[in-house]
């Protein structure tokens, strides 16, 4: 048995923030040999100015990737990301939802980034139904600097909208930093949860939290986060995947490699 195939007992997935560097279809063949079995893909723009890459529906681009992940035993679980604010369209994004169906995606993650209530559930709504028109679904993530900011603003606001394809997604520097409590998921809506680790206080201002999540992320287990206890409520009943982006000059697979071996362990000290 070789080392991937060892690695994949757990399914365990990777974003692509992880390794943004990479383009698509070398970061399937990286997240493959670090022991990965799915990649998330930023389709796209995550702020402005963020890298993307683009597999436009139909193309020969879309094609072979899909070829390569057959080659490589590995799956597209999630595509990111999608801020849903005031002039937010789902309509002007349907290209990329497309894609993402094209290339076998199950999931859109956004965040929801408008302090008017009613138009940002109406908006949700709007791009979860435009998401199941393509057999895909919507989750959402709290984000300290966005409009909706706590896990239990997410859960609300998933709960109001009434879609059955609406999910909310814990990342759990976003979940723990702004005062998450496992006690309070509610394991019916969560589908997804990224792991990552922290250390020190939570950081109180917008552009120290931004700071912290695009840079600052430790490895599982590497800091004071509690995951275990997160694991322990959601690891039977969500998919879990890693995000860390790579800060410094680790080469991308032996980054992703750890990650692979650090959420592993996390996740077999609690079996």
């Known amino acids: 048995m070789t080392y991937a195939t060892q690695m994949k007992d757990i399914p365990v997935g990777v974003a692509h923030f992880s390794a943004i560097q990479l383009p698509p279809a070398q970061f399937v063949k990286d997240a493959a040999t670090a022991g990965f079995n799915s990649v998330g893909l930023r389709l796209h723009p995550a702020f402005v100015g963020a890298p993307y890459y683009e597999l436009p529906q139909g193309s020969k681009a879309a094609s ?96 109001a909208c009434g879609q059955d394809n609406a999910g909310a997604l814990i990342d759990a520097i976003h979940f723990f930093r702004n005062g998450g409590s496992v006690d309070d998921i509610n394991v019916d809506i969560v589908q997804h949860v990224q792991l ?44 879990i995947s890693v995000e860390v982006p790579l800060v410094g000059d680790v080469a991308p697979l032996a980054h992703l490699r750890n990650l692979n071996l650090k959420a592993r362990k996390i996740l077999q000290s609690g079996n």
Not at 70 to 96: L, Y
Not at 209 to 223: F, H, S, T, V
């Open 196 to 239: 990552c680790d922290a250390m020190g206080s939570a950081p109180k201002r917008p552009e120290d939290m931004i700071n912290e999540a695009r840079a600052g992320r430790l490895a599982p287990g590497d800091g004071k986060l509690a995951l275990k206890e997160l694991l322990s409520k959601l690891a039977d009943k969500a998919a």
């Open 64 to 159: 072979e990737f899909r070829t390569l992940l057959d080659s490589e035993d590995m799956k597209v679980f999630d595509i990111e990301f999608f801020v849903i604010g005031p002039d937010f369209s789902a309509a002007s994004v349907e290209h990329i939802v497309a894609a993402a169906a094209d290339i076998g995606a199950r999931r859109l993650s956004t965040c929801g980034d408008d302090e008017n209530r009613d138009r940002l559930i109406g908006n949700f709504i709007e791009f979860c139904q435009l998401a199941a028109r393509y057999d895909m679904a919507v989750d959402l993530e709290n984000m300290g600097w966005r409009a909706v900011k706590t896990y239990n603003e997410c859960a609300s606001l998933v709960e």
